[in-house]
């Protein structure tokens, strides 16, 4: 069955950086893919999606200027690098992704496939 792994979490201290990466297993073809994070008694919240084949890219605002998604089609595998880390980007980040293109509101949608999610915490 389809999986998506994810890997690269850690704790960083306020301003640096760290690179998430999500392998895609058992999925192929036309996706949209992203990352959402979670912190405990609060919503999931979409932080960087691709959204298309020509790679449209969505951000939330909290992390615009900070965050690049980005994807390597011959790992079957989407990155997101984190720059100038804040304490409030502490989080439980997950990987999900939807088969074929999606619009501009996949952000603050559900996507069906989730990844296991991958601790980031970053200490002031």
């Known amino acids: 069955q389809v999986q998506l792994v994810e890997s690269g979490g850690g704790s960083v201290q306020a301003g640096g950086s760290l690179r998430l990466a999500c392998q895609f297993y058992?999925?192929?073809?036309?996706?949209?893919m992203g990352w959402f994070r979670q912190v405990p008694g609060k919503e999931r919240e979409g932080v960087a999606g691709?959204?298309?084949?020509?790679?449209?890219?969505l951000y939330a605002d909290s992390v615009k200027g900070r965050f690049t998604i980005s994807q390597d089609n011959a790992k079957n595998t989407v990155y997101l690098q984190m720059n100038s880390l804040k304490p409030e980007d502490t989080a439980m980040y997950y990987c999900?992704?939807?088969?074929?293109?999606?619009?501009?509101?996949?952000?603050?949608?559900?996507?069906?496939?989730w990844g296991q999610g991958t601790q980031v915490t970053v200490s002031s």
């Open positions: 999900a992704a939807d088969y074929g293109w999606c619009g501009g509101n996949w952000l603050t949608s559900r996507p069906r496939y």
């Open positions: 058992r999925f192929y073809g036309s996706k949209c």
């Open positions: 691709i959204i298309n084949g020509v790679g449209d890219t």
